[in-house]
Every structure is written in structure tokens, then in C-alpha cells.
């Protein structure tokens, strides 16, 4: 079983930070991809970035340069720095693993507007 709980969501302006955690029960974190998803109204799920058990990243175009992934092994978390924001960039975000099973968090809220 795993458990994947997002957190730091919110509302923020165009052109501001935010940073969103997932919190990983276990030690999956050192030994998995994990990824960070997005859903917007209307709109089918896409990947934002992911980050591999060695460390290797990869971002969608739409956030490359603006956002950071990364993770903190000892305290099983995954980080997604997000700056200079955009409207679009407002979703529900996911945290994501993979083992025998996809898995899922509940999902974190942000919403960029002036």
C-alpha cells in the first residue's frame, strides 16, 4: 500500500511562486520515478514533471524553465517548485507512483489569477 499526500496548494497572482509537497508513506521515494500530474476543468490529465530514482528530470514544455522538481529522500517528500505562474497553470495537481499499481493522491488545488 501506498499513500501519496499533496499539499500547498492555493490561490496565487500570475507571475508568483508556489511550492506543493507530497508526502510518500515508506521509503518509495528513493527507489521510485515519482511524478507530479495536473488535471484542469475540461481537460484530460497531463505530466508536469517527473523525477527518477537516480535523479534524472523531465518537464512538460509548458513548465520547463519555470517549475523544479525534486525530492528529499530522508523524508520521503517530492517538491514542485513552481514559479512565474501563469493562469493556465491552474488545476488540481497529483502526486504519482508506479509500482504493481498506479497511485494516486487526493490531489492539491492551485488557481492563478489576477
Known amino acids: 500500500q501506498v499513500q501519496l499526500v499533496e499539499s500547498g496548494g492555493g490561490s496565487v497572482q500570475p507571475g508568483e511562486s508556489l511550492r506543493l509537497s507530497c508526502a510518500a508513506s515508506?521509503?518509495?521515494?528513493?527507489?521510485?520515478?515519482m511524478a507530479w500530474y495536473r488535471q484542469a476543468p475540461g481537460k484530460q490529465r497531463e505530466l508536469v514533471a517527473l523525477?527518477?530514482?537516480?535523479?534524472?528530470?523531465n518537464y512538460a514544455d509548458s513548465v520547463k524553465g519555470r517549475f523544479t522538481i525534486s525530492r528529499d529522500n530522508a523524508k520521503n517528500a517530492v517538491y514542485l517548485q513552481m514559479n512565474s505562474v501563469k493562469v493556465e497553470d491552474t488545476a488540481v495537481y497529483y502526486c504519482?507512483?508506479?509500482?504493481?499499481?498506479?497511485?494516486w493522491g487526493q490531489g492539491t488545488q492551485v488557481t492563478v489569477s489576477s
Open positions: 515508506g521509503s518509495i521515494v528513493s527507489s521510485n520515478t
Open positions: 504519482n507512483t508506479q509500482t504493481w499499481r498506479s497511485w
Open positions: 523525477i527518477t530514482s537516480r535523479g534524472m528530470t
